[in-house]
Nanobody, 116 residues
Framework: QVQLVESGGGLVQPGGSLRLSCAASGSISSILTMGWYRQAPGKQRELVATITSGGSTNYADSVKGRFTISRDNAKNTVYLQMNSLKPEDTAVYSC??????????WGQGTQVTVSS
């Protein structure tokens, strides 16, 4: 079995920063693409950012220049550094990972609230 566990969410004021982490554990041989998605109340889940095993990244237009995705392949962990946060960034953030032999796996999500 493979599990993904997110951490780092919380309450932050507009303009502030947070760093999310997502660690994969279990019988992992390799992980291909890892990503972060978010879902705000009453809205569909949307892509935030993805990163391949080689380090190529992709971002939603709404977060470009503010968020940075990175990963530590040795630790099977993906990070999301979020700067200049806005109230509209408030959502449940979930990570996923395409794990060899297991397919696409999701974490349980972590709440990010941007409010004064």
């Amino acid at each position: 079995q493979v599990q993904l566990v997110e951490s780092g969410g919380g309450l932050v004021q507009p303009g502030g920063s947070l760093r999310l982490s997502c660690a994969a554990s279990g019988s992992i041989s390799s992980i291909l693409t890892m990503g972060w998605y978010r879902q705000a109340p009453g809205k569909q889940r949307e892509l935030v950012a993805t990163i391949t095993s080689g380090g190529s990244t992709n971002y939603a237009d709404s977060v470009k220049g503010r968020f940075t995705i990175s990963r530590d392949n040795a630790k099977n962990t993906v990070y999301l550094q979020m700067n200049s946060l806005k109230p509209e960034d408030t959502a449940v953030y979930s990570c996923n990972a395409y794990v060899t032999f297991y397919g696409l796996k999701w974490g349980q999500g972590t709440q990010v609230t941007v409010s004064s």
